[in-house]
């Protein structure tokens, strides 16, 4: 229904859907989605819906940042958390506006759907050329809603603590750390999950099939992030680990 | 297949997904999404394939309407109750044909996918401007195969029973009585599931986020519609209904 | 984030999801999926990606023929056995390309998502006209790596053997064998799936509602394979066969 509303608006615009992935409610998930497509997205207007205080009275916003290549890229969505990882990716917002003008919204047949009454218009409004400015007031995007980074931190011993920021659907964990957390020259790990459960080795590699069947691997992933995997294996069913949790990389000799 | 086949007869024409979440065969919860939907429709063609019938004598039909905005719009697919509540949201249908003429259907290598073999083609052939009657032979609108309507009932004690028209993704039970079929000035009924389970009691609420915690809710949906809903719960598994079921709502004070 | 790159590449360029559905890692069954798309595909590029052997030194290939209507068309992915049932189903690859040139690509953060760095760029470019020689340096299309055709086999007692080769969402089981390897006279069939069970009898039908409830039938479906059915039953699931299974089909009397 939201395609069907923005085609009436901007018939001649590309719709993309970036992701119906992600888990009921789960607004850092939601966030971190936006976070890893943000690079690929070059202009135009992006529609964020995780919103589970939608019909209260929190604020719905528009922010607008550069775009991949240089061309006007906005962000419209609730104001909780979902849309600042993305615009820091991509620099920062240069301006944000709460939405407010009710001229461009769908008149409402019930107050639970603003991607379908408010924001898909918003949308619509700002890739057909309409300013900001003219869908509400201005707000400053420092004040937009963050939700805590995910952990990263390095102990003393050498250790790696960070958070499982998604499961994708083979399995593979994604960590908050990126390629320049890891050790260089450190080919295993010690892997750590919190539960009682003794610690998995977890042998570097640069792809899922240089992995022997069922060895944990850690590599570098195609967001730049350090993953586990297993090769044709669930390693997050493995271990036992899911988003939000924070696992624990011990390196072995190196 | 259907947007290739789509886009092979009319490459300029924007193509939307309404759904591809009906359970297997239940046209009745089809013939609801489109209804859904329907105001949200401009113009062109719309494709519906809930289709147990396919392969056998049951007819295939297309329809006229007018969509939001006054543009025209049909609805294609079997006719056997899919459609019907759909075009009734819209005005109803201004006519209706029979799709007999096979010049415009794709050779089909076996009887088992009109959606890819006479309702693509056909939706087609409409969005590209043939008429309506260059299809098939005309039927009377009035004539095409309607499904019970969903149930709603008011009795004498005040108690609406009513029936389950969509469990969405969420868990929100979606029912079909309507805004205006809940008592005005009632702030918690008594829900009743046919089980034997005890009623369990719910507060109005306008959005999810104004229920406490683990507290079951009736609130107007996004389509005008009562609906049941846990803030952040699955209200479906928590009551143990599913589409089709009928659940009484007993209004306590007032 | 593949529609995204596509998008800033080829703005104008339609874009079809074929499927999301094949089950993780199963070059097989996507190089089934694709095959049977292939006769609804007219012109453009077509981006395969089931590719556990991502980030190793498989070999990235496209390949070109001719869609139907007659239009250039053009198939890229891994080679691994994923595209050649599908350009063989088009008459053969013309011409085959190792993709090479990494001036197309895009600058990868990480080894493990060569459809959006590698096929999806590549994609974009041969539908904007690009030679496909420009891409790589040429390979022999008969070189591509092919996975051994499904089992059709025929005994001397008159009983056909042959693979399972799609269990679609309803839980119909297709068959390897094509309408023209079921006896013609034969009405019902012993169908044995290689478990201890004893056979179940189908019979032969033109349409999943000639089936009486329960009665698992044999029938041709869409792609002019035959395929067991249940009507409105999962026939795979009552049969305890999935994809990559044998199944014997003994005609009865005839």
Redesign the interface.
Known sequence: ?L???L??RV?DV?????THGIA??DVRAGSFALM??A????EGAVVGVVD?????R?VMVAAETVG??GGRLFFVGPDNGLLPPALDVLGGASAAVQLEDRGYWLP??????AG??VFAPAAAELARGVALGDLGNPIYPAMLVRLPPPVVSRHDDGVLECEVTWVD??GNVQLAAL?RDLPPDVGWFEVGTGHSKAPVLAGRA?????LAAGQLGV???????AALCL??GHAARALGVGEGDVVSLRPIGG
Not at 39 to 42: H, K, R
Not at 206 to 210: M, S
Not at 219 to 225: A, H, I, P, Q, T
């Open positions: 229904v395609h069907s509303v085609r009436q018939p590309p719709i993309v859907d970036l009921r409610q890893r497509a690079p690929y997205l070059a589970p205080g939608v019909g209260t929190r991949t290549g409402a047949r019930g107050p639970t759907f379908r009454d659907c083979f390629a640069a792809a899922f099939a240089d590599l570098v992933d195609s967001e730049g992030r090769d044709r």
